[in-house]
């Protein structure tokens, strides 16, 4: 599906990121795809190359700097956007549109966790947002 706009599926999460929210870091740009920080330089030169997006100034070790779309990156994931929703359609999937709509839901609330800052302790989170003591010792 991504390979016939020119993306892999990281790059378009990448981009639709962007899409949502910018300037965004290119720590930030991890966490939302799920990526080790130390992993997204190749990905962001790649589509710094491609033209696809830009920083807002000197990119350097240590230097948090924004990261935008381009009009270009913008017309390729517009492109891409139609078969991403033919894809996960409800119907597509198998589900109803409530089924997707709790799906998605619940998707969203594993990358938020997964995402999130690592909780020490002995503590780990229940399905309200709140925090338990880890009886599994």
């Keep these: ?6 993306l ?29 920080p130390q992993s997204m330089g ?25 990261i935008r779309l381009t009009d ?10 139609p078969q991403v929703r033919k894809f996960n359609a409800p119907a597509t999937l198998g589900l109803s549109q409530p089924q997707a709509d709790t799906l998605d839901d619940l ?7 997964v995402g999130a800052p690592d909780r020490t302790g002995d503590e780990r989170a229940r399905g309200d947002g709140e925090t338990e003591p880890d009886r599994c010792r």
Excluded: K, N, Y
Aim: hydrophobic share 45%; aromatic share 4%; charged share 25%.
């Design 1 to 6: 599906m991504f390979a016939e706009v020119g």
């Design 8 to 36: 892999t599926p990281t790059q378009f999460g990448v981009l639709a990121q962007l899409e949502d929210h910018e300037p965004r870091t290119q720590a930030d740009l991890a966490r939302g795809v799920l990526l080790r």
């Design 42 to 66: 190749e990905l962001v030169e790649s589509l710094l190359a491609r033209g696809l997006i830009a920083r807002d100034g000197p990119g350097g070790r240590g230097r948090r700097v924004g």
């Design 72 to 81: 270009a990156g913008r017309a390729l994931l517009a492109a891409a956007w």
């Design 107 to 113: 998707l969203h609330r594993v990358r938020d966790t």
